[in-house]
C-alpha cells in the first residue's frame, strides 16, 4: 500500500506538513495526492477510533454470520449491497466458509439488534441462515489496542 495511505490509516488527523516531512516531500504534494484519493474513491472517509468503555452509551456490538442464495447474473452482490445500506451496518464482507456474509451491526442494547436481525435481516428474500455473535469485550480496534488499564503480565516460559 502506498505509504501516504498507511500514515493516514494509523493517524488521519496529521497535518500535511507533518506527514510532508515523513514522506520527505511538500505539504502541497500530500494535500493534492491527498485530494486526488478522495476523488478516486481511495479515501471513503475519516473517522475517530472510539474505546466504547469509556462512553456513556456504549451500544452493542454483534458480528452476524449470513447465509444467502446468489441471484443469477448478480452473485451476491445484489443482496450483500441491499444489506449495507441499513444504518445498523457498520460493516460487511462477502466471506470463504460455511456462511457467504460477515456483517458487524450496532444498536443501542441488545433487544435493538435482535429486532434487526429478525424483522429486517431475516425476512429478506435470498436470506436463507443467519448466526449472531455478541462482541463481549474488545482488545484491539482498527488496529489500536484498547487499554482497559490491566498491567500485562509476563507469560510464563515452559522449557
Known amino acids: 500500500m502506498d505509504k501516504l495511505l498507511e500514515l493516514l490509516q494509523a493517524n ?3 497535518s500535511a506538513e507533518d506527514l510532508a516531512n515523513a514522506l520527505g516531500t511538500t505539504a502541497n504534494d500530500v494535500s493534492a495526492r491527498i485530494a486526488a484519493a478522495e476523488a478516486a474513491g481511495v ?3 475519516y473517522q475517530a477510533v472510539v474505546d466504547r468503555t469509556k462512553v456513556e452509551n456504549r451500544g452493542v456490538t454483534a458480528l452476524i454470520e449470513v447465509k444467502i442464495s446468489p441471484d443469477m447474473g448478480g ?3 445484489r443482496l450483500a449491497r441491499r444489506i449495507s445500506q441499513y444504518p445498523q451496518v457498520r460493516d460487511c464482507f462477502l466471506m470463504s466458509g460455511d456462511y457467504d456474509l460477515a456483517v458487524a451491526v450496532h444498536g443501542n442494547d441488545l433487544y435493538d439488534v435482535a429486532t434487526f436481525v429478525s ?3 431475516s425476512t429478506l428474500r435470498g436470506v436463507l441462515s443467519t448466526g449472531t455473535l ?3 469485550k474488545t ?3 482498527a488496529g489500536f489496542i484498547v487499554d ?3 498491567q500485562e503480565e509476563r507469560l510464563p516460559v515452559a522449557p
Open 75 to 77: 452473485g451476491f452482490d
Open 43 to 45: 479515501i471513503l472517509g
Open 148 to 150: 482497559h488499564g490491566e
Open 139 to 141: 482488545y484491539k480496534q
Open 134 to 136: 455478541f462482541q463481549l
Open 12 to 14: 488521519s488527523s496529521r
Open 119 to 121: 424483522e429486517k435481516l
